[in-house]
């Protein structure tokens, strides 16, 4: 069990590090290419990463379920 919870601590951080990233405001303000720059990472860097993420627990989950 101390290695399923570790395995979701490790979950929670990566997850948290992928949502620390993406902090976009609301508009472009002084510097339109970077804004636009940051738009493409999340969407095409941080958005896949948490799909694998979600998908990573939810076969964890899942497995652990029908293993109880």
Avoid: K, N
């Avoid at 990233?21 to 472009?28: A, L, N, Y």
């Avoid at 940051?38 to 990463?49: E, I």
């Amino acid at each position: 069990a101390a290695c399923g919870e570790e395995a979701l601590l490790w979950i929670a951080v990566a997850v948290s590090g992928v949502l620390a990233m993406t902090g976009i405001p609301d508009e472009p303000g002084t510097s339109p290419a970077l804004w636009r720059d940051m738009l493409l990472g999340v969407h095409y860097v941080a958005a896949p990463v948490m799909l694998v993420v979600f998908v990573a627990t939810a076969r964890y989950e899942l497995r652990r379920r029908a293993d109880a």
